[in-house]
């Protein structure tokens, strides 16, 4: 089969970007594969052209409602009419009538929460799946332990739906997380293509400062300074919305917030926005920034310091997806350590948290179920965090042939252990940030990449480069500053007729 004939016929491209042959060709051979390039480098065309070439339906598994939704409309865009994207957008009679004509589909996407629902599983059944695609796989390690646990189910799923064909992408995995997500997916016997984690037109700086304050001055000198657009990110939502409020202030015009807090109008609002060219810069939680496919991100701040180095590496690489010089800045001071420690500690219930969850239990003759009735009392009795509350019913009722005494110390022994690890990555990522090596050195070795021998234009702080050699006049941005005055609610409106319109073509 010419690969590159059926790239032109189906996408119009005369040339595969790196990687991209080589994972579709794997999949062609019949091979389940993991695929591992780089942000912004075109991992859905891995998963689009084989769609064609096999003629069959693709289930896609994505993490984000704002990532299926992107990935969907760039198809229709394209002229693709056969996509269904199951999520919260559709009512409950959509779903129904959606799920039962899954076959009208061509691809399929979903949230691991939607794919482990009975009748949802029951339904696919009895598609015939020509690939199965779980997109960000890196999840599957990450979320799948910390955060969401059905991540850590979709094995058993593949089991379920006779092991299709499988393809799993991501833009940073280590040989460990890889490792991870074959065992857990089940691939016994797996290709993998991996890419360089390196963006050589994204040029990298730390910069390390006294105070909050002088972090706050010299992010204001930054937006100031620079071309955007650009991404900040904070570790808290009050920042994020402070800083945003100070930006405006200071008569930057164009400044947007956006965090997971935000009704979820509100935020897919501002991301149109965003990509529309309608504000130009970002204060964000890592929140934003999956599935927000914007070429011509110029640079991305990192305010507060993030928790690992794939969290890092993800983040900068929302710069620069046009392939032109882009700018990755993190902002240091002393003690900005304690925030991101705080909150890997927060990802877990503390032993004394699980000992009140399990005492209430025992009180109540042993039985578990007691708990689901008095869900919003105990969390806040006991001070309980969603996710800390949703790794509790999880591991309780996935163990429930266990006794109650068992469970107990199974989960305090795996909070406990994982806590550990995430803390592991957390210092290796501080250990980079005040090592004297070249950053994309650095980066390359903790992804256990040999680095090539050529020496990368404007690499890093450590090279010599300063953030002042990127300064530019920033030309006028004619009323963008007003954009944050619009009715949310009347932009929302006009974006999803726009987006009925192109459903109807």
Not at 237 to 245: D, H, L, T
Not at 248 to 263: R, S, T, W
Request: net charge negative; with cysteine.
């Amino acid at each position: 089969m010419n690969l590159h004939a059926a790239l032109n016929n189906y996408f119009g491209f005369k040339e595969f970007r790196p990687g991209q042959e080589e994972i579709i060709s794997s999949l062609l051979d019949g091979e389940d594969t993991i695929g591992m390039l780089p942000t912004g480098s075109g991992k859905s065309l891995c998963y689009q052209l084989p769609a064609y070439l096999l003629n069959k339906t693709v289930i896609i598994v994505s993490p984000l409602l704002s990532l299926m939704q992107d990935q969907a409309e760039q198809l229709k865009a394209g002229g693709e009419k056969s996509v269904l994207t199951l999520n919260s957008f559709l009512s409950p009679a959509e779903k129904r009538k959606a799920i039962a004509n899954l076959h009208d589909f061509r691809f399929i996407f979903m949230s691991p929460e939607m794919l482990v629902l009975e009748h949802v599983k029951a339904a696919l059944m009895r598609l015939d799946i020509g690939l199965f695609v779980i997109d960000e796989a890196h999840c599957i390690s990450q979320w799948g332990y910390d955060f969401r646990p059905e991540y850590l189910e979709l094995g058993v799923i593949r089991e379920k739906l006779s092991n299709p064909l499988t393809l799993a992408l991501t833009a940073t995995a280590t040989r460990e997380v890889r490792s991870d997500i074959k065992e857990k997916l089940g691939l016994s016997s797996c290709r993998e293509v991996i890419s360089s984690v390196d963006r050589a037109n994204i040029s990298l700086i730390v910069e390390k400062h006294h105070s909050f304050d002088d972090k706050l001055n010299r992010l204001i000198e930054l937006v100031q300074s620079l071309q955007g657009p650009g991404i900040i990110y904070f570790s808290s939502k009050k920042a994020a919305e402070s800083s945003a409020q100070k930006l405006l202030e200071m008569g930057i015009k164009g400044v947007g917030c956006y965090h997971g807090g935000m009704e979820q109008e509100n935020r897919i609002l501002i991301q149109q926005q965003f990509l529309n060219g309608q504000l130009n810069i970002i204060c964000s939680t890592s929140a934003f920034g999956m599935g927000v496919n914007k070429e011509n991100v110029r640079f991305v701040i990192h305010f507060h310091t993030p928790a690992s180095m794939e969290s890092y590496v993800q983040e900068i690489g929302r710069a620069g997806r046009d392939g032109l010089e882009s700018l990755a800045v993190l902002l240091y001071s002393d003690g900005d350590e304690g925030l991101p420690i705080r909150l890997l500690e927060q990802q877990f219930p503390l032993p004394a948290q699980m000992e009140a969850v399990f005492s209430y239990i025992n009180n109540n003759c042993g039985n578990p179920d007691v708990m689901l009735q008095e869900e919003e009392r105990l969390m806040m009795a006991y001070s309980l965090n969603e996710t800390q509350w949703g790794f509790i019913k999880h591991f309780i009722q996935n163990n429930r042939l266990k006794s109650i005494g068992v469970i107990q110390r199974d989960m305090e022994e795996y909070a406990a252990d994982r806590t550990q690890y995430n803390m592991k990555k957390f210092h290796r990522f501080f250990g980079w940030l005040h090592s004297s090596l070249c950053r994309r050195t650095g980066i390359m070795e903790y992804f256990e990449e040999e680095q090539a021998g050529k020496k990368v234009k404007d690499c890093c702080d450590h090279c010599g480069l300063r953030a002042e050699d990127f300064f530019k006049s920033i030309p006028d941005q004619g009323n963008h500053g007003n954009s944050l005055n619009f009715s949310w609610k009347e932009e929302l409106s006009r974006f999803l007729l726009l987006k009925d319109v192109q459903d109807e073509k």
